[in-house]
């Protein structure tokens, strides 16, 4: 059977055949005067954008060969105010936290402190997953390729209800896993943290301050960080909007410091614009090696499949912390990310290029950068917009709850007739627990159960009457009319015994006992 080492040299070797194939047939020269002639187009859909209230606020940067050509914001911070959106208004980049967390790994790895291979056993030895095989071979590569076994959501359920980072890692541990070992791709922020985590420890620093000194400061990133409080510290930034009523509206907040290498990170569009150039000078920044180019490109072999783009129909991969596809301009590495509570960014890099286009925005559900990006990388090959790139990414995003919130309402919409009245509520009344979600509260407050959750019953939710033992939570803050069932089952003494909470119960984990 081939070593990790071996497969890895297999894959850098077929990267490497299917990147020249790719670029050999894709080449074009891309020259200064395309990619300025392209930018009084992308300003103007930018506009357009803002105007037609696709996004209260956006920023935009390009950089090509080396240069920020272009760096712009439009719009408002937070809707009906009058601060304006500029190119150091700082955003929360969500999930685009990853590449520039994969960054900062290259940069540990540069020292000669951890590789990438490097074992979560020998830098962690603390965190384990369900099964002994996979704990002692798990790698900072895996937990960046989302190849652990880990399920995608695993752990944020937890931090839904309060619950901080080290405990969060300590319960994966818990989690029956979603695929073998390597062999699957399961999109997971908490594992990835868990990967950064551990690449830090050798340093004998936390992940915020290798982040902060190895990366931000030496790029004069000086308004980015991997801290919510630096954020809400910061003047100028930009608000999280959701649409209430067919409007955006500034409704919710959202401290992702539990998993800041996967979603936490705080940037504006000025400070990603110099971490863009590092990726593309392979690690060079104003003359200087910052880290390896090595440990950079490691980074960018595509490890795991992950299908088609759904609208450009690109090849898409996974290699660490970064997308790569094969498209209709060529390759392409980059990543979104979204927070459902209000935040939507982009980035893509064009290596063959050396063209980067950044789109922040501050609202969800929206397509707008990804469409925004599609659009500028279209001017600046070819000249023209092939299509309308927004649309059908609007379509996307507005998409992903649409199932989910049917299938809720369509289950609970209406209650049976007639309804089996509950039991008394001293029968569903008390303590439950279990090892993953820990205490789960059952109060009667007046004849209205109410269910507390999380550290120190931190998260409260009234609960409504269905039928019999079932009952309705409204936990999702973005979706507050979403159902989720609260499942009683009663013991023999005609009590309950169990409840399994649907909101937390997405890999099985959601079924507690009572504990009183």
């Known amino acids: 059977m081939a070593s990790q080492r071996q497969l890895l040299w297999?894959?850098?070797?077929?990267?490497?055949?299917l990147s020249f194939t790719w670029a050999t047939a894709h080449a074009q020269p891309l020259s200064r005067d395309k990619v300025v002639a392209a930018l009084p187009a992308l300003e103007a859909l930018a506009r357009q954008v803002i105007e037609s209230g696709g996004v209260p606020g956006l920023a935009i940067a390009v950089v090509h060969n080396d240069e920020v050509v272009y760096l712009k914001g439009f719009g408002h911070r937070d809707v009906g105010k009058a601060d304006v959106v500029d190119a150091d208004t700082v955003f929360q980049i969500a999930s685009l936290s990853k590449p520039v967390s994969s960054t900062v790994v290259a940069a540990v790895v540069s020292t000669g402190k951890i590789g990438w291979e490097s074992r979560i056993a020998d830098l962690d030895p603390a965190f384990q997953l369900r099964d002994p095989?996979?704990?002692a071979a798990l790698t900072v590569r895996d937990l960046f390729a989302h190849r652990s076994g880990l399920p995608g959501t695993a752990g944020d359920d937890l931090e839904d209800i309060g619950f901080g980072r080290a405990e969060v890692l300590q319960r994966l541990r818990l989690v029956a896993p979603l695929s073998s070992f390597r062999a699957g791709y399961s999109y997971s922020n908490a594992g990835l943290t868990e990967g950064a985590v551990a690449a830090a420890k050798p340093t004998g620093k936390s992940w915020e301050s290798?982040?902060?000194?190895?990366?931000?400061?030496?790029?004069?990133?000086?308004?980015?960080?991997?801290?919510?409080?630096?954020?809400?510290?910061?003047?100028?930034?930009a608000a999280l909007h959701i649409k209430v009523d067919g409007a955006w509206a500034a409704k919710l907040k959202r401290n992702?410091?539990?998993?800041?290498?996967?979603?936490?990170?705080?940037?504006?569009a000025r400070d990603l614009a110099q971490w863009m150039r590092l990726e593309l000078a392979d690690g060079m920044y104003n003359g200087q090696r910052l880290i390896a180019a090595a440990a950079l490109e490691e980074a960018r072999v595509p490890l795991m499949a992950r299908g088609v783009n759904p609208v450009t129909g690109g090849a898409s991969f996974y290699g660490l912390g970064w997308n790569i596809e094969f498209g209709r301009h060529g390759l392409a590495r980059g990543h979104a990310g979204a927070f459902s509570v209000g935040a939507r960014t982009v980035v893509t890099l064009y290596p063959k290029a050396n063209l980067g286009i950044l789109v922040l925005s501050n609202a969800f559900p929206t397509g707008v950068p990804e469409g925004l990006s599609d659009s500028a990388a279209d001017l600046v090959f070819t000249g023209k917009v092939e299509k309308d790139w927004i649309k059908p990414w609007n379509d996307v995003f507005g998409g992903l709850f649409g199932p989910a919130v049917a299938?809720?309402?369509?289950?609970?919409?209406?209650?049976?007739?007639?309804?089996t009245p509950p039991l008394p509520p001293a029968a569903y009344a008390g303590r439950y627990a279990n090892a993953y979600v820990g205490d789960a509260v059952v109060t009667d407050r007046n004849g209205v159960l109410t269910l507390s959750v999380g550290p120190g019953g931190g998260r409260s939710y009234a609960l409504t009457h269905f039928d019999r033992d079932l009952f309705l939570s409204f936990p999702s803050p973005e979706l507050p009319d979403m159902p989720s069932a609260v499942r009683f089952t009663i013991g023999p003494n005609g009590k309950a015994a169990e409840v399994t909470i649907d909101s937390l119960n997405d890999w099985g984990m959601g079924t507690l006992k009572r504990s009183d």
Do not use: C
Not at 407 to 415: F, L, N, S
């Open 10 to 17: 297999i894959g850098v070797t077929l990267w490497a055949a």
């Open 256 to 268: 992702p410091d539990m998993q800041a290498p996967a979603g936490g990170v705080s940037a504006s």
């Open 210 to 237: 290798v982040a902060e000194e190895m990366l931000y400061r030496p790029l004069g990133m000086t308004a980015t960080s991997s801290r919510h409080d630096d954020f809400i510290a910061r003047t100028n930034r």
């Open 407 to 419: 299938a809720a309402k369509a289950a609970y919409g209406t209650r049976p007739a007639p309804a």
């Open 133 to 135: 095989y996979p704990t």
